[in-house]
């Protein structure tokens, strides 16, 4: 249970308080921002091992690759409902894809 409360919490550090506002506002229109935010959020996860880490980051990055664009086009159209609605699909894939990786890598459910 330990464990499963350290990821979510780290997601939380990686995704929200480590991403700057460069990152969020270009990385959906920029590989290279898109990199940093995977690659910054890829780091707090190295205390759980490199291959979690790794695999984490990767993952982020093809998630984010299409939620950031799809929230940057609801955005625009002022379709706040389905902006959040997105961001809470989003954060669930990300949550999803990190106890996955857990339960494979650590056993852990």
Do not use: C
């Amino acid at each position: 249970m330990e464990l499963i409360l350290g990821i979510v919490w780290l997601h939380f550090l990686a995704d929200f308080l480590l991403q700057t506002d460069k990152m969020a506002v270009n990385k959906s229109k920029s590989m290279f921002w898109l990199g940093v935010h995977a690659l910054v959020y890829s780091i707090p996860f190295f205390i759980l091992g490199w291959k979690f880490a790794v695999f984490n980051g990767v993952a982020h990055w093809g998630v984010d690759a299409i939620t950031s664009r799809v929230n940057s086009k609801l955005w625009a159209a002022e379709e706040r409902h389905w902006f959040f609605t997105m961001i809470g699909f989003d954060q669930a894939v990300h949550i999803t894809t990190l106890l996955l990786s857990a339960s494979y890598l650590f056993a852990i459910l």
